[in-house]
């Protein structure tokens, strides 16, 4: 199954699969600094010995490049939407068979992850990118008559192109091997150690932009013999790269730690450098750069890059007006910022403060790139992209459920649904809020959360909500508005602007789901939520939705009944439920064109009052229809006529209105 890829969304798909592939990867980052920190206990203490310390150390080393080809490999299969499984096989396949990773000799079979990183990336990437060219080239299919099981069927035609792109892959690596960097690596070596400097420290950064060990990988390249030279006053190069081009780490993560916590608004961010503070100490940077993350971010990629060139700059001119002297160049690599400084130089304090003063100049390089990055993003990237690609995990996993589970009796609901999984996948799924209003006062009221999806540039109410609800699929889209809705009420709360309640939509899956009633209660948890429960949701379930009601207000939210008129809802069957808001559908607005329509919204409207609802009126779209409304002593609208619904950021010029009023 594979969406139409709008060619300019490709650069987006691959920097968003990257990205949460790299992210995936965070829980073994931290065990594997864990252990880095572990391993540097025990060199003095033993709690093991040192030969099973170093195997497990070199277990860690060989882990990762297979680790990062899966996550890539899977990731991307799933940003494009094509089989999963069958991808990852594949680049296995290609990984172990060109990497070097297995090598073999007179000895038997080892394993190496020297130098095998890049073809870690590059592997993945060239199964994707070939694996869309054929689908968009060719149209693969077995069996055109329909003969086969639709999820037999689909499985051969997604294993085609794999085949395919195997033997293309045999064809070009022996290519491949012809591509040679010694003329540029030549080059460079030709140059004054200064320009080779500046370029050692390009390139090192840009190698772990890629998720790849910035200085190993320039060591396998390029000739480094610079580094050990004398670059200002007594320092050598490498020395003072260390202490001053880098503090921290690579990036300047001390800098990027101080930037975060000063000038984040996120969340996420703060955790991130909150978590990577003990590691930090040591020198170990991976759960910072990977978290966050740094790597495959083009926004914080500059300042990463910026900040480490500028340290170089200014400690390099300070150095050649005001020499220091290096005394101790036997520092281990984990003895923590100011402290290696000062056991560097036998305790020169000026040296010190310059490491303080470009940890705090490269906090102020990174300040308006994290703000720029948070703005951008409304959330941390990774955030997003995360929530973004379980979306799409989860709905291709219920579209398999589905094939499997229904192949006879649903084929033609079967073939719906997968067009609108193609059309969902292949927009960009929003959050958007209409606001809700005092018809006696003009104040707002309430938000309502709404899902939108934006597909080149025009933004429509989504068509699939009602099939996917009818295929047991809603349960997919309830969690990402969920997700959503948390973070931006969160945000709201922190910048002051959530003046009002915010009300979100449950479908009758999620209603009958406690888990998801339990995550409601986690994230929304103290915030002015309104959980709106559909009318057919209520009627078909009733002691279900009571019992869910009372969960909700006894945790402090509010409930309303939603589109209440659109369906065979009774005022008795009212009576029995607790909410504390109806909402009239527009349905028995349009029939008020009528005497006996008027008549009948008037005395629904009154019934509900005296029965202690709070009434909302739904749908008003004229003046006309807004006079009416205040005939019938109802007190909260919503409708065209003030507003349609309104993307995050317009919302918050609304908010911040309201907020001054």
Known sequence: MLRAVNVLSVPKIFLD??????????????????????????????????????????????????????????????????????????????????????????????????????????????????????????????????????????????????????????????????????????????????????????????????????????????DAQFVTDIYVSNIPFTQFFDLFAVPGGAGGTWSLILALLLFSRNQHGRAIAKISLPFALLNINEILLFGLPVIYNPMLAIPFILVPLV????????????????????????????????????????????????????????????????????????????????????????????????????????????????????????????????????????????????????????????????????SSIDVWVLEQVALDMKDWKQRGLLHTKVSMNLTVESLLDSEHIDNIKAMLGGLPLVVEITESGYIQNQVEAQSVILQLQKQGFHVAIDDFGSGYASLSMLAKLKADFVKLDRQFLENASSPEGKILYHHISSALNEMGYTVIAEGVESEEERAFIRECDIEFVQGYFYQPALSKQHIEEVLEGAGKA
């Not at 090598?103 to 990336?121: K, M, N, R, T």
């Open 17 to 222: 699969s990257l990205r949460e592939a790299v992210l995936a990867l965070l829980p073994f980052m931290f065990l594997r600094s864990i252990w880095i920190l572990f391993n540097i206990i025990n060199a003095h203490f033993l709690f093991m010995e040192s030969s099973m310390a170093g195997l497990l150390s070199q277990l860690f080393g060989l882990v990762f490049p297979l680790l990062l080809t899966i996550s890539l490999a899977y990731h991307l299969a799933l940003g494009f939407s094509y089989e999963r499984i069958h991808a990852t096989i594949l680049t296995l396949l290609l990984f172990l068979k060109f990497s070097g990773y297995i090598q073999f000799s007179e000895d038997g079979i080892a394993l190496s992850s020297d130098f095998v990183l890049p073809q870690a990336i590059a592997i993945p990437v060239f199964v994707s990118v070939f694996y869309v060219v054929l689908r968009r080239v060719f149209t693969f299919s077995i069996d055109r008559k329909g003969v086969l099981n639709r999820s037999l069927k689909r499985h051969i035609d997604a294993t085609l192109p794999y085949i395919v792109i195997y033997l293309i892959a045999l064809l070009i690596a022996p290519i491949m091997h012809h591509f040679s960097l010694t003329p540029f690596v030549s080059w460079v070596a030709e140059l004054s150690m200064q320009w080779q400097s500046v370029l050692y420290n390009f390139f090192i950064h840009l190698f772990w932009l890629a998720g790849i060990h910035g200085a190993a990988a320039y060591y396998t390249f390029f």
């Open 311 to 474: 340290n170089q700059f200014l400690a390099f001119m300070l150095f050649s007006v005001f020499p220091i002297s290096v005394v101790n160049l036997d520092l281990s690599w984990i003895t923590p910022v100011f402290a290696n400084v000062w056991l560097a130089t036998d305790g020169n304090a000026m040296a010190v403060l310059v490491q303080g003063c470009l940890i705090a100049i490269g906090a102020l390089i990174y300040r308006p790139f994290i703000r720029r990055f948070e703005v951008d993003s409304n959330e941390m990237l990774g955030d997003k992209l995360a929530r973004r690609l379980r979306l799409n995990g989860r709905v291709l996993a219920h579209g398999d459920m589905l094939l499997n589970k229904a192949q006879n009796e649903l084929g033609e609901q079967v073939a719906t649904v997968n067009d609108h999984m193609k059309q969902l996948l292949e927009g960009d799924l929003k959050v958007y809020y209409q606001p809700q209003y005092n018809v006696k006062t003009g104040a707002l009221s309430g938000l309502e959360a709404l899902l939108r999806i934006e597909k080149d540039g025009v933004v429509s109410s989504p068509a699939f909500l009602k099939d996917f609800i009818s295929a047991g699929m809603a």
